[in-house]
Nanobody, 123 residues
Framework: QVQLVESGGGLVQAGGSLRLSCAAS????????MGWFRQAPGKEREFVGA????????YYADSVKGRFTISRDNAKNTVYLLMNSLKPEDTAVYSC????????????????WGQGTQVTVSS
């Protein structure tokens, strides 16, 4: 089992930045690809981005490409989501998820989930 805990969410003005963290316990994350997803009220869960188990490759949704950056520190068993140039439409609960070996944009294919952290961007 892998337990994931997100942190770093909060309220920020448009144009600002936040860095979310996803800390894992139970097992090392080094064998897992990691994804970030978000869900706004009344909307379906949306893929934000993902990173391979090694950290060598990342993939982003078009809506965040160029503004968000995913990184990982396997020694710390932690994955990060740096969010720059935030917009009000980025407001959502952000969750990290782990999937053995390969990442995917489909949330249904992830094995473990964190509880999520709220990000609110004011205009």
């Amino acid at each position: 089992q892998v337990q994931l805990v997100e942190s770093g969410g909060g309220l920020v003005q448009a144009g600002g930045s936040l860095r979310l963290s996803c800390a894992a316990s139970g097992r090392t994350l080094s064998n897992y690809a990691m994804g970030w997803f978000r869900q706004a009220p009344g909307k379906e869960r949306e893929f934000v981005g993902a990173i391979t188990w090694s950290g060598g490759s990342t993939y982003y949704a078009d809506s965040v490409k160029g503004r968000f950056t995913i990184s990982r520190d396997n020694a710390k068993n932690t994955v990060y989501l740096l969010m720059n140039s935030l917009k009000p439409e980025d407001t959502a609960v952000y969750s990290c998820a782990a999937r053995a070996r390969f990442y995917t944009i489909s949330p249904d294919l992830y094995d473990y989930w964190g509880q999520g952290t709220q990000v609110t961007v004011s205009s």
